[in-house]
């Protein structure tokens, strides 16, 4: 198995009515525990990073430690940039060895979001790495880029054709009601404009803010066709409690690596119940 970018598992996982997870990582720990789930279920995978965590490592010592897990991994993984809003940084990580990238430049005026992502395409295909590009307005915090509420907007379909069919992108994320973080009150999506949009979108569909949607709403959207399911916060819930769970259960306990281990196992249960879901393990 190997290191690929996105394009051949997700067009695979469109045409079996499944999804890839993909988990936005924060450090080494979280991503050996995502690789080291997909490895048991024999499922392909996308580690995602977002661009703070890939800005707090810097470039190269982030692939520097996660390369070699990718290659060594027994089932296909793509490291894919999420939601980068920067065309010369997501050239950058390009250059640095990711196999995927998110530009994301849903917050301009579709002209300009196309200009910019029509460039990230010229760039990354001869480099045999996949794009992924937004419509739409997805409510909440990811990274840097903070939506309000009230500027929360569907993806509109005529939009989206010209989007798609200007941009040529591997993969495409419209906004459809689903917001990153975890939600608040009703969470109201819009089935029916997914569906259009993956009527007539050639690439596969993204489905962003994942944590938190209900098995059903999973389930009814990755049958009218989300291929990548993004996931970032339940990992950083898992992350963060699984730490504190053990100091709470081992307060006087000073070893790293039996705390690392217990983190790790806790982030591996959500990914598992995840990725067990999205690809119909029973
Ligand atoms: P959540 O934080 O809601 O899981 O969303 C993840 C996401 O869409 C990352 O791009």
């Not at 996105?6 to 450090?27: C, D, Q, S, Y």
């Not at 259960?249 to 598992?272: F, Q």
Request: aromatic content about 8%; glycine content about 8%.
């Amino acid at each position: 198995m190997s290191y690929v970018n996105m394009n051949g598992i997700l067009i695979k996982a469109r045409n079996n009515k499944v999804a890839v997870g993909a988990f936005n990582i924060v450090n080494y720990l979280t991503a050996k525990a995502v690789v080291e789930v997909a490895e048991e279920l024999d499922q392909p995978l996308i580690l995602q990073t977002s661009v703070k965590t890939v800005k707090a490592f810097g470039i190269d010592e982030m692939i520097g430690f996660l390369k070699p897990i990718v290659d060594n991994a027994k089932v296909d993984v793509a490291l894919h940039l999420d939601h980068s809003t920067d065309v010369e940084f997501t050239k950058a990580c390009i250059d640095g060895g990711w196999s995927s990238v998110m530009y994301d430049g849903s917050q301009l005026p579709l002209k300009e979001n196309i200009k910019n992502t029509q460039e990230i395409v010229a760039y990354a295909r001869p480099r045999n790495v996949s794009v992924e590009g937004e419509l739409g307005a997805i409510v909440g915090v990811e990274d840097d880029i903070f939506v309000k509420e009230g500027d929360s907007a569907h993806a509109n379909p005529n939009d989206c054709r010209v989007f798609l069919n200007e941009t040529d992108v591997d993969a495409f994320a419209p906004a459809i009601g689903t917001a990153h973080g975890v939600y608040k009150g009703e969470i109201k999506l819009d089935y029916d404009l997914f569906e259009e949009i993956n009527g007539f979108a050639k690439c596969p569909l993204v489905l962003h803010g994942g944590t938190g949607l209900s098995d059903a709403m999973f389930h009814r959207l990755i049958a009218l066709g989300a291929a990548k399911v993004n996931i970032s916060t339940a990992i950083k819930i898992a992350y963060c409690q699984g730490m504190r769970s053990f100091m709470e259960i081992n307060p006087d306990k000073n070893d790293p690596l039996k705390l690392d281990a217990y983190t790790k196992e806790a982030v591996k249960k959500v990914v598992e119940k995840h990725i067990r879901f999205f690809s119909r393990i029973d």
